[in-house]
């Protein structure tokens, strides 16, 4: 079964920069595991961030950007902002099927 | 805009069969691939399956043997029954709507609960 891995928790300063990963079981993520990111907040409906590695929605704020990083998927924040404080979670395609990230919770402080 | 509105009972019997709709406003069905994820308390996110507008399903490899994902175009809506649940079923179920590697508009989410 294929596993996805985030850091549990990160914690960076208002205006910090701060990149969480997503690491496969698999091996090296490419682009054809077309990550996608995702934002949960309590109470809220998960909010989409980016597709396909690094393509932004419409509403995605332009301090949010998407890469790979050393066999990774990244998503950095830049300028955090408090409002950020949320948890986090990257999704993969792999084998025709869909697999969540552990998720990591972002801690403003 | 496009939103997506889980319903069903937020109670379910241990051994029944958890039943969901998600209604689907603002935007055709067409052409787009239709999701249920869900979070248990306290864990991240799982994908349960999808269905393809025109009917195609795939389900995660370990639930696959209990789930069924259905849709109906012309109500706007999709639905997804879980048999034989456990009370490991208990979780926030969410749907969502992707473009195939795009994934988009969630749910806002509904908590079942699985206990007698």
């Known amino acids: 079964q294929t596993v996805v891995t985030q850091e549990p928790s990160l914690t960076v300063s208002p205006g910090g920069t701060v990149t969480l990963t997503c690491a496969c079981s698999t091996g090296a993520v490419t682009s054809h595991y077309y990550p996608n990111w995702f934002q949960l907040k309590p109470g809220q409906a998960p909010r989409a961030l980016i597709y396909s590695t690094d393509n932004k929605h419409s509403w995605t704020p332009a301090r949010f950007s998407g890469s790979l990083l050393g066999g990774k998927a990244a998503l950095t924040v830049s300028g955090v902002q408090p409002g950020d404080e949320a948890e986090y979670y990257c999704l993969l395609y792999y084998d025709d099927t869909w697999v969540f990230g552990g998720g990591t919770k972002l801690t403003v402080l | 805009q496009v939103q997506l509105q889980e319903s069903g009972p937020g109670l379910v019997k241990p051994s029944e069969t958890l039943s969901l709709t998600c209604t689907v406003s603002?935007?055709?069905?067409?052409?787009?691939?239709w999701s249920w994820i869900r979070q248990p308390p306290g864990k991240g996110l799982e994908w349960i399956g999808y269905i393809y507008y025109s009917g195609s399903t795939k389900y995660d490899p370990s639930l696959k043997s209990r789930v069924n994902i259905s849709v109906d175009t012309s109500k706007n809506k999709f639905s997804l029954k879980l048999s034989s649940v456990t009370a490991a079923d208990t979780a926030v179920y969410y749907c969502?709507?992707?473009?195939?590697?795009?994934?988009?508009?969630w749910g806002q989410g509904t908590l079942v609960t699985v206990s007698s």
């Open positions: 969502a709507r992707s473009g195939g590697t795009e994934w988009g508009y």
């Open positions: 603002g935007g055709s069905m067409s052409h787009y691939y």
